[in-house]
């Protein structure tokens, strides 16, 4: 897939999402002060468009966090990936889930809050959400996780929770079981990878409730 088929343009002749290069270029050439970017999806171009310009051109204090590891068997974070984290008030306790843009920040997806629920669950339906998403749009990105036991359930194509189904969680478990049966339904070319927090920090999909 070409890396980037959509072009915002912030500030331009005729601000807006185009097609490819050359049409962003006839929109930018000539044009003092524009402010473009490319995206791989149409998606990400439009969140993009509605949203301040210098969290996607910048690498500053405005802009994502550049990450640097010396561990070399570590390395860095793959940019153009999708991170998944969940947040749980108690553990059960009210649950909801979010996959972002690991580059720019900017959330592609989030559900919830479920009223009864818990982070594993949470990290696993965002996993599958991730590649029901990316493979909608016939794209190859890795999907990180923070959660090693919720990617050892998505590889094993099935959950290992103690939570019981009740009422109050019945529309979770709805869920899950749908997310555990388009598992076993697809295939996808995209890799699972462990977030090293230890090395990285707090995964871009993070919460901030710790």
Known sequence: MPKNKFYVVWKGKKPGIYDGWADCKKQVDGFNGAMFKGFPTFDLAKIALNDDPRKYITKGLNGPKKIACTNPLIGVPVADSICVDAACS??????????????????????????????????????????????QRNCDWPVYSDSRTAIAWVRKKAINTNLAVSPKNQKLFDLVNRAVNWLHANSWPNKILKWETEYWGEIPADFGRK
């Open 90 to 135: 108690g553990n059960p306790g009210a649950l909801e889930y979010r996959g972002v843009d690991t580059q720019s920040g900017a959330e592609l997806f989030r559900m919830g809050p479920f009223p009864q629920g818990t982070v594993n669950l949470g990290e696993f339906l965002g996993i599958v959400h991730a590649l029901a998403y990316l493979s």
